[in-house]
């Protein structure tokens, strides 16, 4: 099993490497991946939303190929992060945010702290919208677990991506490989103990920065797309209905037998939902 990441690009960005995928032409299409996952988890959506619209998929600070900041890892540091790779990629106008699970949460940030920047959301089963996460996270929380969880290890890959995915065949040998890659950089478990603990506890996802969090973006009024899957392991779809009514504007979608991954599991439908809602709003 090969342990390089794939082949991407790379922008230089305050100093540090970002790597990241950018291809197309069109209206700005922005792919925010979850905690400790890669740019990898939208490239089925990457390419076909490339072909009329200009998407840029990045590892965010600290995961796959991108370098680590300097300072610590929170949700709004990584927005501003991303704030500064759509800058070095010549995007300085409102682009569609679409954000995975904790990808989700850095989007809504971005547009809270940006709102100049977004031109719509599409929250995919994302983290925000409740306490509950599943218990590998909350154990990242307890620092000697959090040293065990986090080692780079084969077996610990192969229940991660499992987990993930509703239907075990897209549990792949490259998934896995791509997992064991990223996470034997040297500075993966630094960054992932550091995430966690500012965004919860070992007995949940924190409510205070959810709250305001919810709050800034609902006073945007921006148009939104919350997207689940019914069968999703690490943010359960409970969260889905609590989405719909504390962002009571957006739209949303619940994918039946899928996992935590739609843009993945249902990577089809997924892309034509997504191009559906913009062209609702003239915003395609």
Request: charge should be positive.
């Amino acid at each position: 099993m090969t342990l390089a990441l794939p082949p991407a690009e790379e922008l230089t960005v305050a100093g540090r490497r970002m790597r990241c995928r950018i291809d197309g032409d069109g209206t700005p299409v922005v792919l925010l991946h979850g905690i400790g996952r890669t740019l990898e988890d939208f490239a089925a959506v990457h390419a076909g939303l490339a072909r009329d619209h200009r998407v840029l998929s990045v590892d965010l600070p600290g995961h796959g190929g991108s370098a680590p900041l300097d300072d610590p890892h929170t949700l709004p540091a990584l927005a501003a992060a991303v704030a500064g790779f759509l800058d070095g990629a010549g995007v300085t106008g409102p682009a569609h945010l679409v954000g995975n699970s904790m990808g989700g949460a850095v989007a809504m940030r971005l547009a809270a702290d940006a709102p100049e920047r977004a031109a719509s959301l599409v929250l995919v089963n994302s983290a925000g919208f409740g306490k509950e996460v599943t218990a590998a996270l909350r154990l990242l929380a307890v620092r000697p677990l959090a040293r065990l969880l986090l080692r780079p290890h084969p077996a610990i890959a192969r229940r991660t991506e499992r987990a993930i995915f509703h239907d075990p065949a897209y549990v792949t040998e490259a998934r896995i490989a791509i997992a064991l890659a990223a996470a034997r950089q040297p500075h993966a478990a630094r960054v992932m103990r550091e995430l966690v603990r500012s965004l919860g506890t070992w007995r949940g996802v924190r409510p205070e920065w959810r709250a305001e969090l919810l709050d800034a973006v609902a006073a945007l009024d921006l148009p939104t797309l919350v997207v689940w899957g019914d069968r999703d392991l690490i943010l359960p779809a409970a969260h889905f209905s609590f989405a719909r009514s504390r962002l009571p504007t957006a739209q949303g979608h619940l994918f039946r037998d899928t996992g935590h991954m739609p843009q993945i599991e249902r990577a089809a439908e997924f892309e034509a939902l997504v191009r559906e809602f913009w062209s609702r709003f003239g915003a395609a």
